[in-house]
């Protein structure tokens, strides 16, 4: 399961960007050329007909998806189900950055296939089918994607010199006794403050169901929240480094990511992005705390998932949630705790 988030990466190619931005447009092209294209599913070309969606010309929200598709030594293959779906905003309007994480267990209604989760949207019709089924489900407009792979991943974290985390009892001894972390002479991470290798910190995003964050999260809340804080720890790091080492990182993830966006389109986004001068992130999770339920044993075919919710009855109703969710992303300022009913996030 790929269970991950990797924003950072998103940053080390908005660095290599800037640096040659004004330095060298070849060589900045030759390293983005290692990109994986999709020319195929170009998410502006896909048909909304009949689904509303809510844009704006100052703000860039791009699809992050981490698609559990490996082969393991025993043969095992899983092809498609997208267990990690973040919406990165660059909102040039407010001058902020924001991450909003969509739970993979979500009950959503996908067009021409019913209700199902939403990691299951990818598996049935590709990234364009997971495209309409969120824009459906909560009206946002996205302007591409990226889909970034484990070796991305690994490789961040390692050439950043790692990213610290602190990790409780509960987690410590579930990454030392399990294969989260794939390589077993990393399976010594302690109780505490540390520094993750990239292997140890996609073991860490990964956990999910046993292991309770510093902060009390548990199941894919605590999931969720992990591969933010990893996220936010990148970005710390990368942003302190020099532009020569951006170019390294960036050379060496670049062939692990696939999107739908031209070398123009990043170079744009990037350069806008640049232009702001913010660092500072801002999370939200989807469906928000208050605003959805688990579902009942046998409740629905498709197995345990997470009920959207109006916040006073138990009965599906996602209509909260996009609310929420175009708020943050259209609407919120970065000023204060971003509040939603009996929500807050900051």
């Not at 990790?167 to 990454?175: D, H, I, K, P, V």
Request: glycine share 10%.
């Amino acid at each position: 399961m790929w269970k991950k988030i990797v924003m950072g990466v998103l940053i080390v190619i908005s660095g290599l960007i800037g640096f040659f931005a004004a330095k060298a447009q070849v060589t900045l092209n030759d390293s983005m050329n290692q990109i994986n294209r999709d020319y195929d599913t170009v998410l502006e070309n896909v048909d909304l007909d009949g689904i509303k969606v809510n844009s704006d010309d100052d703000i860039v929200n791009i699809l992050v998806i981490g698609n559990d598709k490996r082969t393991e030594k025993s043969g095992f293959s899983s092809n498609g189900l997208t267990d990690t779906m973040i919406i990165a905003t660059m909102d040039m309007k407010h001058k902020t950055l924001k991450t909003t994480s969509l739970m993979r267990d979500l009950y959503v209604d996908i067009p021409g296939y019913g209700y199902n989760k939403l990691n299951a949207a990818n598996s049935f019709g590709g990234i364009e089918l997971l495209y309409k089924t969120i824009a459906k489900n909560f009206n946002i407009e996205l302007d591409g994607y990226v889909n970034i792979g484990f070796d991305a991943f690994v490789d961040v974290i390692d050439a950043v010199g790692g990213v610290e985390a602190e990790l409780t009892e509960s987690e410590a001894e579930y990454l030392n006794t399990t294969n989260y972390i794939r390589k077993k002479k990393y399976r010594n991470v302690k109780v505490g403050k540390q520094t993750l290798n990239g292997h140890q910190a996609l073991g860490y995003c990964r956990i999910r169901k046993k292991g309770v964050t510093v902060n009390g999260l548990a199941n894919d809340y605590g999931r969720t929240w992990r591969q933010r804080t990893i996220l936010n720890g990148v970005f710390d790091k990368v942003k302190t480094m020099p532009y020569t080492e951006w170019v390294k990182i960036a050379n060496k993830v670049l062939k692990h990511i696939k999107t739908d966006l031209s070398n123009k389109k990043i170079i744009s986004y990037a350069t806008d992005g640049l232009m702001m001068g913010t660092t500072q992130i801002y999370q939200l999770q989807i469906p928000l705390n208050g605003y959805y339920r688990g579902s009942a044993n046998g409740e629905f075919k498709v197995g345990s998932c997470l009920i959207m919710t109006d916040g006073t009855n138990s009965t599906w109703n996602n209509a909260a949630n996009a609310e929420a969710l175009n708020k943050f992303v259209f609407k919120y300022d970065g000023k204060g705790s971003f509040k939603y009913g009996t929500y807050e996030s900051k």
